[in-house]
């Protein structure tokens, strides 16, 4: 394992890191629904004190008729893959979360099994049982060079020395592209895209309780909300922004002025605060934000990342693109590198052992021809 930096020095340590099996692309659906059971079932499989995953369910909020009929249509396919998906209508979901203003919002689509994961505990004890069966890390070993023997690589060079293998594997996400330009692949379609996060300081009549024990919630204009802590509320919203291809580690903690708290309320960060309150009248009622925090999402054309073999490095497996899901996809992601390493190809199908996911969506050169709409 070379790292660049140190392990979780890029989005894995500045994301949201929702996990849900809410997606309009079945063969996400299906993905998600391994990676999940993965999660839960984490400490056997991998070790550890403590369970990565907290399910407390994904909620997201609709206000148009129009996405109400879109939402009844994706939760009857989730629940073919057998994803516990519920559809709720205006009185079901008052019943359900009376903490949502009736007023603001027609229905919500709502998975229980879904949540969000603590990433810290996944990266640091994934590593920690490689280790324990053989794996070498080494870190600050950013490649910068490559032997080739025609179409295959035969070494890369690091800082902390030359490394030779049969099979190489590109796991660098929002790095991809300037890696496969050093390693001479293929440069795939993928655009690092700031996101940013920010935490608000609960006060007022919702108790640390009720906080503590939210769902992830999506407003329907997309800013969305989880618990940090008892008495913390994490808060994020997509927006427009510009691909950044040059960045480095130290522009992802980089918080330009109008995403910044201390800017001003005329800054996204409060913009996205009185968006959630809309719909969650009581944390209109917080105390204020504490911090921001940043990150870059590797984007995709149709939102899907890359997960084959690279057609001009026949030995390199790209597993990049996630576009804002790695951790989450992070289990289905591993299934499929293993196959791909034992098959040496490419393949159609990978079982996850209730289903046979197709690969076509995840293929490189593929034609974008569905965009995967849930990007949160």
């Not at 989730?78 to 949502?100: I, K, M, N, T, Y």
């Not at 935490?199 to 024990?213: K, M, P, T, W, Y």
């Not at 990049?320 to 199908?349: E, I, K, N, R």
């Amino acid at each position: 394992m070379l790292e660049a930096q140190h392990v979780g020095a890029g989005s894995s340590s500045r994301t949201a890191a929702g996990i849900r099996q809410q997606f309009s692309t079945p063969v996400t659906v299906a993905g998600m629904r391994y990676a999940v059971d993965f999660y839960a079932h984490f400490r056997e499989r991998v070790g550890g004190e403590e369970r990565p995953i907290v399910q407390q369910g994904y909620l997201f909020l609709l206000a148009m008729q129009e996405h109400l009929d879109e939402a009844a249509a994706r939760v009857g396919m989730q629940a073919r893959l057998g994803v516990p998906a519920e559809f709720l209508d205006h009185d079901a979901l008052a019943q359900r979360f009376p903490w949502v203003e009736r007023s603001a919002v027609l229905g919500a689509s709502f998975c229980p099994t879904d949540g969000f994961l603590h990433p810290a505990t996944v990266y640091n004890e994934a590593m920690a049982a490689a280790v324990r069966l053989g794996a070498r890390l080494f870190q600050h070993a950013p490649v910068t060079g490559c032997e080739r023997s025609g179409d295959r690589i035969v070494s890369v060079s690091t800082p902390k020395g030359t490394f030779g293998a049969d099979l190489f594997i590109d796991g660098t996400n929002a790095w991809s592209p300037r890696l496969a330009r050093v390693l001479g692949a293929t440069e795939l379609p993928i655009a690092p895209l700031k996101r940013y996060l920010w935490f608000i300081q609960r006060d007022g009549s919702l108790s640390a309780d009720e906080l503590s024990a939210m769902p992830l919630t999506i407003t329907p204009s997309g800013a969305y909300c989880r618990p940090e802590s008892r008495e913390s509320l994490l808060v994020g919203w997509a927006h427009d922004a510009l691909p950044e291809p040059d960045f480095d580690y130290d522009d992802q903690d980089r918080v330009d002025e109008p995403y910044s708290h201390k800017s001003g309320t005329d800054s996204l960060a409060f913009s996205a605060w009185a968006n959630v309150a809309e719909v969650i009248p009581q944390v209109g009622e917080f105390a204020g934000i504490t911090a921001t925090t940043s990150g870059y999402y590797a984007t995709t054309p149709d939102h899907n990342p890359f997960l084959a073999y690279d057609p001009q490095a026949k030995n390199l497996i790209r597993l990049a693109g996630f576009s804002g899901h790695g951790a989450m996809f992070g289990p289905f992601t591993a299934l499929v590198a293993a196959t791909l390493a034992d098959t040496g190809h490419d393949v159609s199908h990978v079982s996850v052992g209730f289903t046979d996911v197709p690969m076509h969506d995840f293929s490189i050169g593929r034609e974008y021809r569905h965009a995967e709409r849930l990007v949160i």
